[in-house]
């Protein structure tokens, strides 16, 4: 659900969606063009802060669903100097997202609707690392992929008016998933928190 606050992003890559909201939209191929532009814009705004800069989340797999809004992953040599970068990312239209509490992860949004999140994190950190292997898992796995496409679509059922809890609970989901082998039938929420049955971790 684009909101009406469009954005040139809005309109030329099917991105935005009205800060607080869960939809999931089916993958616009459009997006990969979009993050190859969008980092260049990050590239040349940020120069030697920047180490590399990855496409992550949803909007990043084919095959799943996703909120229309780009994840994007910077890596920095010091994550506590993330903060300084305000002043560079909101020349290209950026806002810090101070209290996001997400942590290790300093977060700059793009639109009224958002259409681009940028998460600043440790370059080769264990947030980098964990981001990158759960998005090469469900590129390289279609089983997984399909499977964390459904409880996706469950997890925005529940939380569709709260983006904060489902992205908890989303985050929960990966970390047990990537870490423990999780099984993804066996997977129910209490609120945003995940619950397993005693026995499924070995």
Known sequence: MINDDFTPAAAEWGLGLRQGLVVLVAHNPAWKKAFDVEAETIR????????D?????????????????????V??????????LEPAMAEIGYDFAAHAGVPNDHIFGKGLARTHLVHVVEHNGAVWHHNLRFRDRL???PDLAAA????????ASQFGNSR????EASS?????????????ERVTFHGSRLSVPVGDFG
């Open 44 to 51: 040349s705004a940020l120069g030697d802060w920047l180490i």
């Open 53 to 73: 800069v990855q496409h992550i989340g949803s909007t990043a797999v084919p095959t799943i669903r996703s909120k229309p809004i780009l994840d994007i992953m």
């Open 75 to 84: 890596g920095i040599a010091d994550f506590d100097q993330g903060p300084l």
């Open 139 to 141: 590129l390289a796995d």
């Open 148 to 155: 964390y496409d459904l409880l996706k679509g469950s997890l």
């Open 164 to 167: 904060a809890a489902y992205t």
């Open 172 to 184: 929960n989901l990966s970390t047990a998933w990537l870490h423990r082998s999780l099984p993804w």
